[in-house]
């Protein structure tokens, strides 16, 4: 069985990160891909274990090697998915890749043969207002920003191999790694 990037997205608030981190403590076989950014470390951040912190020039460098599955610039700082990081964890394990819309669909155009695109989706929109706006802390015009930005990747969820509804953390993790087991046999 051949290892398989399992790319996860969805929207902000579906419970992305926890899903990814149960899928970590179930099975040894899979890894977490690192970005690369050149933004300054935060408080607590290890190189190479929360990001590989890298200058812009070498970040640049970089985009022109091809050497990124994908990219995006945030408020002045890139945020990268270093492709010979990934290829490299591929030959041990199975790699966990946790992206938006766009970076996802990039990651599948350049590793078409092993990319598993997998979008966790809430189990209404209810849930998930009540999640990202309970505390009740956003104008109403942060609120349709961010439920725009969550209609526009709902959107997009035809154009991933599966679609998972958060219905609980603990259980969509379970089909994920359901996913990746029968993506695997796959690819013998």
Do not use: W
């Amino acid at each position: 069985m051949k290892n398989v990037l399992v790319v996860i997205s969805g929207p902000s608030g579906v419970g992305k990160g926890t899903i990814v981190n149960y899928l970590l403590e179930r099975d040894a076989a899979l890894i977490k891909s690192v970005s690369c950014t050149t933004r300054a470390p935060r408080e607590g951040e290890q190189d190479g274990k929360d990001y590989f912190f890298i200058s812009r020039e070498e970040f640049l460098s970089r985009i022109r090697e091809n050497d990124f599955l994908e990219y995006d610039e945030h408020f002045g700082n890139f945020y990268g998915t270093p492709r010979s990081f990934v290829e490299r964890r591929l030959k041990e394990k199975s790699v966990v890749l946790e992206i938006d819309v766009v970076g996802a669909l990039n990651a599948k155009r350049l590793m078409p043969e092993r990319a598993v695109l997998i979008m966790v989706a809430p189990p209404s929109m209810e849930v998930l207002e009540e999640r990202l706006f309970g505390r009740g802390s956003e104008s109403e015009e942060e609120r349709a920003d961010r439920m725009r930005r969550v209609k526009y990747e709902l959107e997009q969820a035809h154009l991933y191999d599966y679609v998972v509804v958060n219905e609980s953390s603990d259980s969509s993790a379970d089909k994920i790694l359901q996913i990746i087991r029968k993506e695997k046999e796959k690819r013998i």
